[in-house]
C-alpha cells in the first residue's frame, strides 16, 4: 500500500510528519509510532503537524488516539488538519454505551431463560388458538366475510404448486419401502407381502405424515414469511385500522385453504406411494398386477383411509395455525421474519409428530 | 476545479421501457449537487447508475476517473469503497448493532488494530450525534436515528463522494435539519463531494451548490444552475412550479 506520509525525526527526537495522513495509510503509521515508543523509552514524543498537508477523519483520529494516550504531543497543527479535528468531538468517544454489549449467558440462566420462552409461546399459542377457535365458526355464519379469492389463491399454493413435489417424493418413498423389505422378505419367499407393508405404511402413516411435512416446510413457512414481513411493513396495522379483523383477514383463508386441500394432497400421495411399491413388484418381484392390487386392498379398508384423512385434516390446522401464529409473532425487521420463517417449520413439525403419535395411540383403542 | 463524475448522453432503461434519455452532467470535486424532480421521475435510478448497480448501455457514467461501463466487476468492487451511500431507510443491516454496522467496511478494507477500531467507530457516532448508541440494533432506533446510523457507516471509510437517495423523506423538520448539518459539516470538514438525490426544497436551496432537475415527461433534465438562480430566473413553468414551491 502506498505510503501517503513521510515521518522524519528532528535532533531533540520530534518526530516530524509531513505529506497525507489517510485511512489506508493509517495501520502502518501506528504500528511506525508504536515501534518508537517501544524502542525509544521517553516518556512523551512531540509530534510536530506543521507540514503535514492533510488528512482524513481516520488520520485525525490515528493523531487524537496517540494524543490520549499521553505519549505524543501535537503541535503546529495547520488549518487543513485542525478542520478535520474539529468534525471530532473526543468527550462523545468516551461516552459509556447506553446499552451494554450482549454478554454470553451463564447455561443454567439460557435454559431457564429457554423454559419461560416455551411457556410463552405455548400460552401465545393457545390465546391465538382460542382467537382462531372464535373466528372460524364466525367466518362459517358470514360467509361473506370470508375472502373467497385469496382462499382460491392459497389453495392453488398450498395444494396445486405442491403436487409435483408430493408426487416425486411419494413416489421415491413408495419404491424405497419396497425395495429394501424384498431384499428380505425375498430370503423368506414373503415377496407378496411387500404389497401388504408398503400398502400399510404408506396409508396409515407415511402419506398423512410427509404430506404434512413437505407442506409445513413449503407453506406454513410462507404463511410466516408473509404476514410477518405485513408485520415488519405496517401493513397489519393498516388493516388494523382500517376496521379489518388481521385474524380473519389474514389467517383465516390460509386456513381454510390449508385444510381442504392437505387431506386431498395426503390422498395423492398415497396413491403414488402405491405406484412406487407397484414399480418394485411388478419389475423386481415378478408380481402380477391384479396380485399386488388385490394384497394391498385386503390390508388396507375404508377406516384406515378416513383416519388417514382425518389425521391429515389435523396436520393441516397445525400447520396453517402455527405457520400464521408465528407470522403474527414478528417485530423487528428482515431477522425476526428469518426466526419466524424457521420456527414455523421447526413447530409444525413437532407438533405433527405429537399428533401422529396422539392418533396411533387413540386408534389404537378405537380399533 | 476538477471533475468528480462524469455523466455523458446517459439513457436509463429497464428492458425497453426508457426512464432517462441523453442526460449530461458533470460534478466538480467538493461540491455538493443535487439531483431534484418529482416522484418517478428518475432519481433513484439516475443514483443506481453512479454507484454502479445499473451499467449504462448507451452514454457514459465516469465516477472517480472510472467509467463504469467499461470496468470489469472487481474494479467496480474495488472503486466502490471510495464512496459512501447513505440509503432511503438507511440500509443498516438489522442483525448486528450499530458499532458492527459500522465497523462492516473497515474489517472488510483494512487489517486496523481492534482498540483503535472501536475509538473509530465512536467517534464516527459521535460525528452523527448518536455517541453511546453503538450496542443499540438499527429496530431500537427511530426513522432519523437510522438515517443518521447509515451515514455514520457511508463515511466509515472517508469516502471521497458521499451518495443519499432522499436524505430527509419521512423526517420531521427538526431532525431534517440536523441531516442538513451534518452533510454540511462533513462537506466543510472533509471536503466530501456530495450528490443528494431529492425533492426537499429547503435540503437543495440550503445545501446545494448546483442542481439539476428531471422531468419523467422529457425523460431527461430539464433546468440546471445554482438552485437560487433557478429559482429567480427561469421561465419554464414545470422549473418554477418546482422550485417556487412555498418552503416555509
Redesign the interface.
Known amino acids: 500500500m502506498a505510503k501517503g506520509y513521510q515521518l522524519s525525526r528532528e535532533k531533540d527526537g520530534t518526530i516530524r510528519l509531513s505529506g497525507q495522513i ?3 495509510q ?2 502502518l503509521f ?1 504500528k511506525e509510532m508504536e515501534r518508537i515508543f517501544r524502542e525509544e523509552n521517553q516518556a512523551s514524543f512531540k509530534i510536530d503537524l506543521t507540514d503535514l498537508e492533510g488528512v ?3 488520520g485525525a ?2 493523531l ?2 496517540l494524543e490520549e494516550t499521553g505519549k505524543a504531543i501535537l503541535k503546529g497543527m495547520t488549518e487543513e488538519v485542525r ?2 479535528f ?4 473526543r ?12 454478554q454470553r449467558t451463564p447455561l443454567f440462566e439460557s435454559v431457564g431463560a429457554l423454559c419461560i420462552k416455551m411457556a410463552y409461546d405455548f400460552v401465545t399459542l393457545m390465546t391465538f388458538a382460542g382467537e382462531l377457535i372464535i373466528s372460524l365458526p364466525y367466518c362459517l355464519f358470514h360467509p361473506r366475510s370470508l375472502r373467497w379469492n385469496d382462499i382460491f389463491r392459497n389453495m392453488k399454493r398450498t395444494g396445486v404448486d405442491a403436487l409435483p413435489i408430493v408426487g416425486l417424493l411419494s413416489l421415491l418413498i413408495g419404491l424405497i419401502m419396497a425395495f429394501m423389505s424384498s431384499l428380505q422378505l425375498k430370503q423368506l419367499g414373503a415377496n407378496i407381502y411387500v404389497a401388504s407393508l408398503v400398502g400399510i405404511a404408506i396409508i396409515k402413516e407415511l402419506g398423512p405424515m410427509m404430506t404434512a411435512i413437505i407442506v409445513a416446510g413449503r407453506s406454513g413457512s410462507a404463511f410466516a414469511a408473509e404476514i410477518g414481513t405485513m408485520i415488519v411493513n405496517e401493513e397489519v396495522d393498516a388493516l388494523t385500522t382500517m376496521g379489518f379483523h388481521p385474524i380473519r383477514f389474514l389467517a383465516i383463508p390460509k386456513i381454510i385453504a390449508t385444510a381442504i386441500v392437505v387431506p386431498l394432497l395426503t390422498l395423492y400421495a398415497m396413491m403414488f406411494g402405491i405406484l412406487g411399491g407397484l414399480i418394485v413388484g411388478i419389475i423386481g418381484l415378478d408380481i402380477t398386477l391384479t396380485t399386488y392390487l388385490r394384497e394391498s386392498l385386503r390390508v388396507v379398508d375404508v377406516w384406515d383411509v378416513t383416519t388417514s384423512l382425518i389425521k391429515a385434516f389435523t396436520f393441516a390446522l397445525l400447520i396453517a395455525g402455527v405457520g400464521c401464529h408465528r407470522g403474527f409473532q414478528v417485530s ?5 421474519v428469518g426466526e419466524a420463517t424457521t420456527s414455523a417449520v421447526v413447530t409444525s413439525i413437532f407438533l405433527i409428530i405429537v399428533a401422529d403419535a396422539a392418533y396411533a395411540v387413540i386408534l389404537h383403542y378405537i380399533g | 476545479m476538477e471533475e468528480a463524475i462524469i455523466v455523458e448522453n446517459l439513457t436509463a432503461a429497464y428492458g425497453d421501457n426508457v426512464i432517462l434519455t441523453d442526460v449530461s452532467f458533470r460534478v466538480l470535486r467538493g461540491e455538493i449537487f443535487a439531483i431534484a424532480g418529482g416522484s418517478g421521475c428518475g432519481k433513484s435510478t439516475l443514483l443506481k447508475y453512479l454507484i454502479g448497480l445499473y451499467r449504462p448501455e448507451v452514454g457514459r457514467v465516469i465516477v472517480e476517473g472510472v467509467d463504469i461501463a467499461q470496468a470489469d466487476d472487481d474494479t467496480i468492487n474495488a472503486h466502490r469503497r471510495k464512496f459512501g451511500v447513505l440509503f432511503q431507510s438507511g440500509g443498516l443491516i ?2 448486528m ?1 450499530l458499532a458492527e454496522n459500522i465497523a462492516l467496511p473497515l474489517k472488510e478494507t ?4 481492534s ?2 477500531l472501536t ?2 467507530v ?6 452523527v450525534n448518536l ?9 431500537e432506533l427511530s426513522g432519523g436515528m437510522k438515517k443518521r446510523a447509515g451515514l455514520a457507516r457511508a ?1 466509515a ?2 469516502p471521497a463522494i458521499l451518495f443519499f437517495d432522499e436524505p430527509t423523506a419521512g423526517l420531521d423538520p427538526v431532525t431534517s435539519r440536523e441531516i442538513y448539518e451534518l452533510i454540511s ?2 462537506n ?3 471536503k466530501t463531494t456530495m450528490v443528494i438525490v431529492t425533492h426537499d426544497l429547503d435540503l437543495i436551496f440550503r445545501l446545494a451548490h448546483e442542481v439539476i432537475l428531471l422531468d419523467g415527461e422529457k425523460k431527461g433534465i430539464i433546468a440546471r444552475g445554482k438552485p437560487e438562480e433557478l429559482k429567480s430566473f427561469t421561465r419554464d413553468r414545470r422549473v418554477q412550479a418546482f422550485f417556487q414551491r412555498d418552503t416555509r
Open positions: 489517510s485511512l489506508p493509517v495501520p501506528l482524513d477523519s481516520a483520529l490515528a487524537a488516539q478542520r478535520v474539529e468534525l471530532i468531538d468527550d462523545t468517544i468516551h461516552q459509556p454505551p447506553l446499552h451494554e454489549a450482549e423487528g425487521g428482515a431477522e425476526a | 438489522g442483525s448493532t483494512l487489517h486496523l488494530p482498540p483503535f475509538y473509530l465512536r467517534a464516527k457516532l459521535g460525528m455517541a453511546g448508541y453503538e450496542n443499540h440494533y438499527p429496530a463515511i471509510l472517508d459539516i462533513i466543510r470538514g472533509m
